[in-house]
């Protein structure tokens, strides 16, 4: 039997997908300012032609890196609904995100230096206030849908509590960049789990105890 040919579709996928992770690379490696297209096209074994084609340029490239990173990090967010407990669950979204660095370090020190590309490029900053907003609208759902069930507490507010699970989120994440090779060993998990202890307490309804009638006879 013949092998399966890939489609044109498939083969374009492959080879965009194999440029993107070269340049992703490359940005690690050497940083926004000391790669080229034509490294690029080295890197991902194809001619710097065939990565302009698809990209456009530099500036193009660096956009696409950052969607693809950017969707990749949403979509497996969006994933975390399996946890019957909203609680729970938003724990799991901040513990998800805050673990990026530890499960796929290529991903968030890529992630890292295109966000800092983002002032000088008003795609790119579009794309990461784009970000922004999507987690926390996925925060802001998980609460609301926590206090319709029961979960956490009728009086929070849920616009703020949103903002403030994800302000935490991006200070971890620069408190990472900066002291990563000084923190102690299993410190920045431990700040995580202190954060979600906190919230815990100030957010989650606590299952009533039962009364001493109720349990002994």
């Given amino acids: 039997m013949r092998p399966h040919r890939k489609s044109q579709a498939q083969r374009r996928g492959d080879s965009q997908a194999r440029i993107l992770g070269a340049a992703i690379d490359l940005l690690i490696e050497k940083g926004f300012d000391r790669f080229s297209i034509q490294d690029v096209g080295k890197r991902a074994h194809c001619s710097h032609e065939l990565v302009n084609f698809y990209f456009g340029n530099k500036e193009g490239l660096l956009n696409a890196m950052a969607a693809h990173i950017i969707r990749n990090i949403s979509e497996e967010l969006l994933a975390i609904d399996d946890t019957p407990n909203a609680f729970e669950r938003l724990a799991r979204q901040i ?47 998980t609460i609301q849908s926590g206090k319709a069930m029961g979960h956490i507490r009728r009086e929070v507010d849920v616009a703020v509590t949103a903002e403030v699970c994800y302000d935490f989120i991006r200070g971890h994440v620069d408190r990472r960049l900066l002291d990563r090779e000084t923190a102690a060993p ?32």
């Fill in 95 to 141: 513990f998800y995100i805050g673990g990026i660095a530890d499960r796929d370090p290529i991903t968030f020190t890529a992630y890292l230096r295109l966000a800092g590309e983002a002032p000088f490029s008003e795609h790119l900053a579009e794309l990461y206030r784009t970000r922004r907003a999507q987690t926390v609208d996925i925060f802001r759902q």
């Fill in 186 to 217: 299993g410190e920045f998990g431990a700040l995580i789990r202190a954060f979600v202890d906190l919230l815990r307490a100030q957010i989650a309804v606590r299952k009533r105890a039962s009364k001493i009638s109720e349990i002994v006879p």
